[in-house]
């Protein structure tokens, strides 16, 4: 097996938070990602492919139809948008770095034209990732969706 890899990137604005939890207790946990009036992150995103090199063309994958295909179904829908609200297949989804790498999987694993989904890394920021390898995880929904009903330049 041989493992092939594409790194994208995307801009994106979330808040996390859990609507079952008190105000304190997401802020406890989610921190600066529970930032009130949501905040963004440049993600990196990592596909990794795996499979046998083809006999004519000595790949696993052409990594021009990895790329275009990771643009039509996940970047043009991602990008400089706001997770809570603008993106369909994140309803419901608390937004964190694990819950994008398995929403990701199930966008594109089986529109993988050659090879099969072997990993999908987000990468939040320079010291944060999460690795994903496709075992069946189901994601609770919650509504995670607000309304900005607090006033502004009171949060420091
Ligand atoms: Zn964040």
């Given at each position: 097996m041989v493992y092939v890899t594409r790194r994208v990137n995307f801009s994106a604005a979330h808040r996390l938070f859990?609507?079952?939890?008190s105000e304190e207790k997401n802020e406890a946990i989610?921190?600066?990602?529970?930032?009130f009036f949501g905040h963004g992150h440049n993600y990196i995103v990592d596909v990794t492919v795996k499979g046998v090199p083809?006999?004519?063309?000595?790949?696993?994958?052409d990594l021009k139809k990895l790329k275009a295909l990771l643009e039509e179904h996940i970047l043009s829908k991602v990008d400089h948008k706001h997770l809570n609200f603008d993106v369909e297949f994140f309803?419901?989804?608390?937004?964190?770095a694990e819950n994008i790498a398995v929403t990701f999987w199930k966008e594109i694993e089986h529109k993988i034209p050659q090879g099969t989904l072997h990993k999908i890394t987000v990468f939040e920021s320079d010291n944060n990732y999460v690795e994903y390898y496709g075992e069946p995880i189901e994601i609770p929904k919650h509504d995670v969706r607000y309304s900005i009903d607090k006033e502004p330049f009171l949060n420091s």
């Open positions: 859990n609507p079952t939890f989610f921190d600066k990602c529970n930032n083809d006999p004519e063309t000595g790949y696993v994958i309803e419901g989804i608390i937004p964190t």
